[in-house]
């Protein structure tokens, strides 16, 4: 196992520690150790994971909050779009309800709604 040098944090052991985080869905705990095993010291160890982590939950964060809002456009859209053709038709015509841009909406924004943090 390849040792590390110096006790700053680098590029290769943030992108190790991010590629732990993310791609084997580790806990920070284990992180933390994976890193100490590979000489870091506690210090930095514990700092690059509480960086990591809050980049980590920013991100997440960001993507809930766009899915909130391009839900709510596409419900609004569609409610939007369903009132409208009901008025042109003057209540005795054709008119769309356009149900698919609603429900996408909803659970497109109940997703983002659930996901933030």
């Known amino acids: 196992m390849e040792q590390i040098q110096d006790n700053k944090p680098t590029e290769a052991i943030c992108r190790y520690t991010a ?3 993310i791609l084997a869905k580790k806990s920070s705990a284990e ?3 994976a890193l100490l095993e590979k000489g870091m010291d506690e210090k930095s160890a514990d700092e690059l994971v509480a960086d990591i982590t809050n980049q980590l939950n920013t991100e997440k964060k960001e ?5 909130m809002r391009h839900g709510a456009l596409w419900c609004i859209g569609g409610i939007l779009v369903t009132v409208l053709t009901y008025s042109a038709a003057g209540g005795h015509g054709t008119y769309i309800i356009a149900w698919g841009a609603m429900l996408f909406g909803a659970i497109q924004f109940f997703k983002g709604l659930f996901n933030i943090e």
Not at 63 to 67: L, Q, R, T, V
């Open 19 to 21: 590629k732990k985080l």
């Open 63 to 67: 993507i809930a909050e766009k899915d």
């Open 31 to 33: 992180i933390r150790q």
